[in-house]
């Protein structure tokens, strides 16, 4: 996925618990599964990438968030959004550019369709991700 305003990362997905990446009010972010983990692979120009990470949830839920050896948890309250920046310095380079691992977990859900109907989403979403990549 081309990913960024301006488009600055290829994301790869590595499972089915991130949801596809959409325009929010505040950027271009995803959808994590609740009471999940996920990894995405970052592909960027960067060396020591950061990432500037806006996560928020209509529920009570903990979001946790490791790059590379540096990590953040936060405990979020219902539609209270928080932020974290994390900074890698492990990257792997390979051809022209570094790829970094982006894991993430969430520790409760909630399905749109039955919290908000008559809402015809019946995905099992756990904390909204607005991930900004930058040097």
Not at 53 to 62: F, G, M, R
């Amino acid at each position: 996925i081309e990913f960024g305003n301006p488009r600055n990362a290829l994301l790869y997905v590595m499972d089915g618990n991130t949801y596809n990446g959409e325009p929010f009010p505040e950027g271009w972010g995803f959808w994590i599964a609740g009471d999940a983990a996920t990894e995405i692979i970052v592909r960027t120009g960067w060396q020591d990438a950061h990432v500037r990470i806006l996560v928020s949830a209509p529920i009570a839920n903990t979001f946790t968030a490791r790059w590379g050896r540096d990590q953040c948890t936060l405990t979020l309250k219902p539609n209270e959004p928080q932020m974290c920046e994390l900074v890698a310095h492990d990257g792997v380079w390979k051809r022209d550019a570094y790829l970094y691992s982006l894991k993430m977990s969430t520790t409760a859900g909630f399905v749109p369709a039955v919290a908000h109907p008559p809402s015809p989403d019946t995905r099992n979403l756990g904390v909204r991700v607005i991930p900004v990549f930058h040097q």
